[in-house]
């Protein structure tokens, strides 16, 4: 629980993890038992053998700069702790700074430097060069071509990714006996650890929820069509996620689902970094790919289904446009035909004179003019 | 038939029964309402009108600092986390023009400088000692006299050897005088008579009649603060113990962390830093 705490405390805006608090009374107990030893202990003292943090675990470190921002340096010894860079000494990242008290910092972190960290089986140092090689490919990498107002639109590593922290694994996806397995031989500390930093991979192509990388996309960037304008998109582009927003995909997912494609989902592979425009023949969705991205939903892909527009543009496409229209007669037809049904039969009503009543357990009382005229007063 | 009389003791799951439809009825109406006032599915005949308003309170230096912001989560990378901060108008005087991020000068220490803003309010180092004036340092808490603790920075966890976390967000350590039996605060807070006089009439003061008022804020101010030593020593002007600092943190505060650096680099580094 303690882990637990923690996480809701220190990102209260990723709510799903609040998940976790479903989990059955044995896998609890299990997770509980796991989790604490893997708490214990846990400081960014590991990779913070400089004592970085003497001063930046301070939340007011930070300055306004001369441009009037307001420049934070603080870095939560906690939360840094569970996250993925937690054995990665400061400077292996921060690279430019050379001695304490440091100068200003005018230099950006290179995120394909290798750092001190080897990954198991590997003898070379990590780095995460490979990505940001396939990365530099894809339509987001700068090219030479670009203008310079594209060249600093482009978003960078840190534009998508804060340093991740740990998810708690929701219990059904937790297989324990594998896991005290790994126990036999294997540090609790090393496993747990390394049991967290697989798992919430494991069954989704990304992390993070569709919503999630729907937003990422869409805000501040591709949603914002002045901006892309600018950038001399291609018109497809351009409305990409408006027409998103309106497919099945993109109504499922912005009501809550799961499972419904994002954009990730069509617009990449596995590597989750090779976006390109659909012309390039390396882009997931190239017509000649595009049946093995539909597959990974769709049973019985063929040649026709491939064809179906997934950014439907309901103006230009005319059975689209008749589709659309002939949907909400049908829809306001229903609701505003009954409702004004309705209306016509409460005028009609009191307009006879009867009185509308709502005490004494009845909503109508009087008698109709139309029947005093027929039958008379009594 | 009419002119029989009505029947009125209707059984109670006839009302409920009303009620459930009239629930219905009544979501249906708003949802149909909706889908064709905002609903961004429907025709949204009130969109234009909502946006003609919105446009009026659009301010084009919020929206900036707003982007800003979001920038900043991304340029700092290590989860920024939001702690609760105190109303404007519980803050002491001085936060309203300097922030709590005061110190923009000095290069090398106004990050270290702005960092003790979590621990002290600004009279702490800028109270300008008078002859024969004593001073006593002792927690502040803008809602407590006297606060009870734990105080964030006194005690390390002894399972992780991080700081406590604690509950009290608000408390810093700030100076007062002693008079006879008497501690009086030296904290300029905005009930003070000065204050809330200035804040009435600021906007019926020419910009040069205001800056006299502020010399008025500043009058038992001095421009530069302590020297790290000052605190940072066994010779220190806080009394650590009494303050609830834990023995190891204190000896940290004084010996370890800040007096290594201070005085590992003071001649090297920094040659006029704490000079």
């Not at chain 1, 400081?43 to 420049?71: F, P, S, V």
């Not at chain 1, 990730?264 to 000649?288: G, L, M, Q």
């Not at chain 2, 008078?130 to 105080?151: H, L, Q, S, T």
Request: charged content about 25%; some cysteine.
């Amino acid at each position: 629980m303690k882990l637990l705490r923690l996480f809701l405390d220190i990102h209260p805006e990723r709510k799903h993890v609040q998940m976790v608090l479903s989990t059955g009374v044995k896998m609890s107990l299990f997770l509980a038992v796991l989790f604490t030893f893997s708490t214990i202990g846990i400081r960014a003292e590991a990779a913070d053998k400089e004592n970085c943090l003497m001063c930046h675990k301070y939340r007011q470190i930070g300055r306004i700069d001369e441009q009037g921002r307001k420049r934070s340096y603080y870095v939560n010894e906690n939360i840094y702790a569970n996250t993925t860079h937690r054995n990665v000494p400061c400077r292996d990242c921060h690279t430019y700074i050379t001695r304490i008290p440091h100068d200003p910092v005018t230099e950006e972190v290179n995120c394909a430097n290798q750092c001190h960290i080897k990954p198991p089986f590997s003898k070379e140092n990590f780095s995460h060069r490979k990505i940001i090689d396939i990365y530099n490919k894809s339509v987001h990498g700068i090219k030479k071509d670009d203008s310079e107002e594209l060249k600093a639109a482009k978003p960078y590593c840190k534009y998508c990714h804060l340093n991740p922290i740990y998810r708690k694994v929701a219990a059904e996806r937790i297989a324990p006996n594998t896991l005290l397995r790994c126990l036999n031989c294997h540090d609790k500390k090393g496993v747990t650890q390394a049991y967290k930093h697989i798992t919430h991979r494991l069954r989704r192509k990304t992390s993070r929820s569709p919503q999630e990388i729907v937003e990422l996309c869409s805000k501040n960037c591709h949603e914002d069509v002045e901006k892309m304008e600018k950038l001399k998109v291609s018109h497809e582009t351009l409305e990409a996620v408006e027409t998103y927003k309106e497919s099945m995909h993109g109504k499922s997912v912005l009501l809550g689902s799961q499972n419904s494609a994002d954009c990730i989902s069509c617009h990449a592979s596995s590597a989750i970094h090779d976006i390109y425009k659909k012309e390039d023949k390396n882009a997931t969705i190239n017509i000649a790919n595009r049946a093995k991205i539909c597959e990974q939903c769709h049973k019985g892909v063929n040649e026709r289904f491939i064809q179906i527009d997934v950014h439907p543009n309901l103006e230009k496409d005319p059975i689209l446009h008749f589709a659309a229209i002939n949907l909400t007669f049908a829809f306001y037809g229903s609701v505003f035909g009954l409702l004004g049904l309705a209306l016509l039969e409460t005028i009609g009503r009191k307009k006879d004179g009867i009185k509308w009543q709502i005490r004494q357990g009845t909503t109508w009382r009087g008698v109709s003019k139309r029947w005093l005229n027929k039958y008379g007063p009594k | 038939m009419p002119g029989e009389p009505k029947r009125l003791e209707h059984p109670a799951s006839v009302y409920l029964i009303g009620a459930i439809f009239m629930l219905i009825t009544l979501s249906v109406l708003g949802v149909a309402i909706y889908q064709v006032t905002f609903s961004p599915e429907g025709p949204a005949v009130l969109v234009p009108l909502q946006k003609k308003l919105e446009e009026k309170k659009k301010s084009a230096i919020l929206e900036e600092v707003r982007r800003q912001e979001e920038m900043e989560k991304h340029r700092h990378f290590h989860n920024m986390v939001e702690y609760p901060q105190l109303p404007e108008k519980d803050q002491p005087v001085c936060y309203i023009c300097h922030s709590s991020y005061p110190h923009s000068k000095n290069k090398k220490v106004r990050s270290l400088l702005n960092m003790h803003t979590q621990f002290f309010v600004c009279e702490t180092c800028h109270l300008e000692q008078k002859k024969g004036m004593k001073i006593v340092y002792k927690w502040y808490n803008p809602y407590e006299e006297n606060p009870p603790g734990p105080f964030f920075g006194t005690s390390y966890d002894p399972e992780t050897g991080n700081l406590v976390e604690v509950e009290d967000q608000f408390s810093k350590i700030a100076p007062y005088v002693v008079k006879g039996n008497r501690l009086v605060s030296a904290i300029q807070v905005q009930n003070a008579p000065l204050a809330r006089d200035y804040v009435r009439v600021r906007d019926k003061l020419t910009p040069e009649q205001r800056d006299n008022v502020k010399k008025k804020f500043h009058v038992n101010i001095k421009p530069k603060g302590h020297e790290c030593k000052v605190c940072h020593s066994k010779k220190s002007i806080l009394d650590f113990k009494k303050l609830g600092f834990a023995d190891n943190r204190t000896i940290d505060l004084q010996e370890l962390n800040i007096k290594g650096l201070i005085t590992k680099y003071e001649t090297f580094y920094i040659p006029n830093l704490f000079k």
